[in-house]
């Protein structure tokens, strides 16, 4: 399902442009526009899930596929297969995108949190 207001939606329905790292049938992996790491993806289902409160037990495909699509962007990386993974949820945890989606975040040191 698309949402005409949902700028994840436009980019995976390829109506808005963004660097794609990786797709398959459920997930695509693209490069943050406002990168906060020297390797900053976004790894998007492409079903419109609001958030992790939103996710379904039907949707555990989904989760697992995000989760998959992160171990291939780390085997792809030219050096540590080190990363971050960061999933805001909701307006008070940094939430601006409310297109469930996992930051992937490599290539310099980072602290722990
Ligand atoms: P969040 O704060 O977790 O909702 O993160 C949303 C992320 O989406 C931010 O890091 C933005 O830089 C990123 N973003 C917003 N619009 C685009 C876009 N058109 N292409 C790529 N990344 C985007
Ligand atoms: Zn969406």
């Known amino acids: 399902m698309e949402f005409s207001d949902c700028v994840f939606c436009k ?3 390829k109506k808005l442009p963004a660097t794609v790292i990786a797709e398959n049938d459920q997930v695509i992996a693209i490069k943050d526009i406002a990168p906060k790491a020297p390797v900053h993806y976004l790894i998007i289902p492409k079903k419109h899930i609001v958030d992790v409160q939103s996710l379904q037990p039907n949707d555990a495909g989904i989760a697992a596929a995000m989760v998959l699509m992160a171990t291939h962007l780390s085997k792809t990386l030219p050096g540590s297969q080190a990363c971050k993974l960061v999933m805001n949820n909701g307006a008070d945890a940094g939430q ?3 297109h469930l989606h996992c930051h992937f975040l490599s290539g310099k040191k980072m602290d722990a949190l």
């Open 11 to 13: 980019i995976i329905a």
């Open 96 to 98: 601006v995108v409310f």
